[in-house]
């Protein structure tokens, strides 16, 4: 899951540490005549003349060696070591500068674009970045791969984490049932979420019912009563061409006397424009009140579907969206994206196509996830 984008965050790591160790080295070298007189003068080691008299060419061959290692033109070994980096951050000696931090930036930003991140999210994340690294610099850090993974940590988490909240919680202290209705193109595996999410309540001790309000598309019906069978539910479904408002109304009813704990509400995925998005979701509104209200959408599509997550919001409010398909994608943009376009949380994710294969969505695992080796 994301893979592509878990390595070009690593690459920036990279680019950074190789930035900051380019200037390490060229500043030591400028500081390392001046440090080793006093040494050669006053050194503890060599008590004795004629050690005192060997001392200068010692510490001329060290400082020959390790400026050798820290200009380190066609070094293939460790270089600068993480020993030395941290004493020089610990010094204040090196500080990474605004230019320091450029050429990793954009490349950073260019892979964050091509990782279907959206813009203005992508500036937020540089933004961030690059506020934490001048900033922290200058406090005592211990290597600049440490440094770039809290800067990186932060920024991605503040715009995965935008408006998360408790849904378990949520679900537990509302009045039951609770109706969820699903928003969403078609295609994307809206149907299957509902099936998932149907088994993921019984999983946590709720009831479900899941009521067809997708009456424009033919097939539709059958499509879902496939999951109400397999999983053993009740699906409350009207003829093609029905008011999808009733539908879910009844499956409301159906769950108030039958004791169910949620009702799970389709609705059409493909409409004609998006007035009549709007007309058929203020009826379903108007006329059952959902509790919350979902947004499907798949991973794969990228901006896509932050683009459609923008549209059916600013249509109709959602409280948050399911995000399919995320087994399948390597880039990981719309993941990144959504919440922060929209305001609203990604609640959970589709990793596959069994009924398991559904996870609460968790902002700080996925940062950590992203940021792993
Ligand atoms: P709908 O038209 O939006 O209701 O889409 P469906 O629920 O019928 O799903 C479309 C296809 O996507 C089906 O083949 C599903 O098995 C598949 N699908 C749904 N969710 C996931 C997921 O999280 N991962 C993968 N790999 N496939 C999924």
Redesign the pocket.
Same mark, same amino acid.
């Given at each position: 899951m994301f893979d592509g984008l878990k390595d070009k965050l690593n690459d920036f790591r990279k680019d950074v540490e190789e930035e900051t160790e380019a200037k390490e080295a060229a500043s030591e070298s400028d500081a390392e005549p001046e440090a080793a007189a006093p040494e050669g003068t006053e050194t503890d080691e060599t008590a004795t003349p004629a050690a005192a008299a060997d001392a200068p060419a010692g510490a001329a061959a060290d400082e020959a060696e390790e400026t050798g290692d820290a200009t380190g033109e066609g070094d293939e070994d460790d270089g600068p070591s993480t020993f030395r980096r941290a004493k020089a951050f610990a010094t204040g000696r090196i500080i990474i500068e605004e230019e320091d931090l450029e050429e990793p930036l954009w490349e950073l930003e260019m892979a964050l674009l091509e990782s279907d991140v959206e813009m203005s999210v992508a500036e937020e994340i540089l933004d961030t970045v690059r506020e934490t690294m001048l900033g922290e610099s200058r406090k005592q850090v211990e290597t600049t791969g440490e440094l770039v993974e809290a800067a990186l940590h932060d920024a991605l988490l503040d715009v995965i984490a935008v408006g998360q909240f408790d849904f378990e919680e949520r679900l537990a202290e509302a009045d039951k049932p609770v109706t969820i209705v699903f928003t969403?193109?078609?295609?994307?595996?809206? !149907?299957?979420?509902i099936a998932k999410l149907s088994e993921w309540l019984e999983e946590r001790g709720y009831s479900s019912v899941m009521a067809n309000g997708d009456t424009y598309r033919a097939g539709a019906n059958e499509?879902i009563r496939e999951h109400a069978e397999n999983l053993d539910r009740k699906l409350i479904a009207h003829d093609q061409g029905g008011d999808p408002a009733a539908v879910i109304y009844d499956g409301v009813e159906y769950a108030k006397a039958n004791d169910i704990d949620v009702v799970l509400g389709d609705t059409a995925?493909r409409l004609h424009t998006s007035d009549d998005l709007m007309a058929q979701l203020e009826k379903i509104d108007r006329v059952v009140d959902p509790d919350m209200t979902l947004f499907?959408d798949e991973s794969v599509a990228g901006q896509d579907a932050v683009t459609r997550a923008k549209e059916f919001n600013d249509a109709a409010a959602v409280d948050g969206a399911i995000l !399919?398909?995320?087994?399948?994608d390597s880039s990981g943009g719309a993941a990144i994206s959504i919440a922060y376009v929209t305001g609203k949380p990604i609640l959970f994710l589709?990793?596959?196509?069994g009924y398991d294969?559904l996870e609460r969505f968790d902002p700080e695992a996925l940062v950590e996830d992203l940021l792993g080796e």
């Open positions: 969403g193109v078609n295609g994307v595996g809206k !149907t299957t979420s499509q995925g499907v !399919t398909k995320a087994d399948a589709g990793t596959g196509q294969d």
